[in-house]
Nanobody, 117 residues
Framework: VPLVESGGGLVQAGGSLRLSCAAS????????MGWYRQAPGKQRELVAG????????NYADSVKGRFTISRDNAKKTMDLQMNSLKPEDTAVYYC???????????WGKGTPVTVSS
């Protein structure tokens, strides 16, 4: 599995968590990366994305100003700093790697985040 997430857990509303995604076996710096989440009974949605070089980021409106995505191409890692967490942020969070050239996508197995009110 080329992508492994870590850092999920249980946190109270208003708290913070930092998710990490470690990549292996891929040319990490060639892939756009993203964090997605899927809540029970809902479709998977994009939370935040970052371009292969790290120069461009985008966020879902629901997390703007609270979440920050970053990557370290030398370490082959991507992080998601989540602040001011809300119960509606509860979901399984997935790491995604997308190659625009190869039209390939890789997914991690996900890490659960639970925000209690």
């Amino acid at each position: 599995v080329p992508l492994v997430e870590s850092g999920g857990g249980l946190v109270q509303a208003g708290g913070s968590l930092r998710l990490s995604c470690a990549a292996s076996g891929i040319t990490f710096s060639s892939y756009d990366m993203g964090w997605y989440r899927q809540a029970p009974g809902k479709q998977r949605e994009l939370v935040a994305g970052i371009s292969s070089g790290g120069g461009t980021t985008n966020y879902a409106d629901s997390v703007k100003g609270r979440f920050t995505i970053s990557r370290d191409n030398a370490k082959k890692t991507m992080d998601l700093q989540m602040n001011s967490l809300k119960p509606e942020d509860t979901a399984v969070y997935y790491c995604n790697a997308h190659s625009r050239i190869l039209h390939l996508d890789f997914w991690g197995k996900g890490t659960p985040v639970t925000v209690s009110s």
